[in-house]
């Protein structure tokens, strides 16, 4: 039987990124506000949905403060502040969730991929530090997509590239759940206990369709693999069929 493809978003679930992309968003509002908004705040938004693009919704936080930033100006003080001179920014404090082990372990039973809203440059600086020896293919990108989150063109990419396939997408706010469920993939949502909005988030993940709901991607193994198991007794799939 085919393997079952294990679909991973990364900010949130491969990656921890309240110190790295969501202070980002702090500093970039704060430079062009003079105000200081709350992690929660932004938490609020991608928990609403529709703000999959951090750009985006920085241009929206200071438009909520009074000021309008052009986005092209907007889009480079986020960038010089995130990426500092070739990685030294705020990227790095960013933490990588996986235990050692874990990806190694879902690897052998499973494909592994990437659907990221990132850009792939993005992206590349997090898996060179982190996840050099682990094996992401496809890892679709924002670069490779017309339409971000929650449009479901990036997952349907891949079930092409793995036809016969079931597709298991792992995210971590409610676009996600709705880019599985548009895209025919099974989902799995992450909803982490640190996140002060934990409870309604992860009602809201479940209310969109997630199979199940964890803590961090350490806690798949258990999960999705005795999930898994307990499909292939129960429900042989017809080969052929990515449904
Ligand atoms: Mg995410």
Redesign the pocket.
């Known amino acids: 039987m085919a393997r079952d493809a294990l679909v991973f978003?990364?900010?949130?679930?491969l990656v921890d990124v309240t110190e790295s992309y969501r202070e980002t968003i702090v500093q970039t509002v704060l430079h062009f506000t003079g105000r200081k908004i709350t992690r929660d705040l932004i938490q609020f938004y991608k928990n609403r949905g529709g703000w999959n693009d951090d750009w985006l919704l920085s241009q929206r936080l200071c438009a909520d403060l009074g000021t309008y930033v052009d986005y092209q100006r907007l889009v480079e003080k986020f960038v010089e502040l995130f990426k500092g001179n070739d990685g030294d920014g705020l990227i790095s404090r960013e933490r990588w969730i996986a235990q050692p082990g874990t990806l190694e372990r879902l690897a052998e039973r499973f494909d592994l991929g990437i659907f990221s809203g990132r850009r792939k440059w993005e992206a590349d600086l997090t898996l060179n530090r982190f996840a050099r020896d682990i094996r992401f293919d496809p890892a679709i990108y924002a670069d490779d997509v017309k339409k971000l989150k929650p449009a479901p063109e990036g997952l349907l990419l891949i079930k092409e590239l793995k036809p016969g396939q079931t597709l298991w997408y792992v995210?971590?706010?409610a676009d996600?759940a709705r880019c599985a469920r548009a895209a025919g993939a099974r989902f799995v949502g992450v909803a982490s206990p640190a996140c002060s909005w934990h409870k309604d988030l992860k009602q809201a993940l479940l209310d969109e369709g997630a199979e199940a709901v964890i803590d961090d991607i350490n806690q798949l193994e258990g999960r999705l693999l005795t999930r898994a198991a307990r499909n292939a007794e129960t429900e042989p799939r017809p080969s052929g069929s990515g449904a």
């Open positions: 978003d990364m900010d949130g679930v995210g971590d706010v996600d």
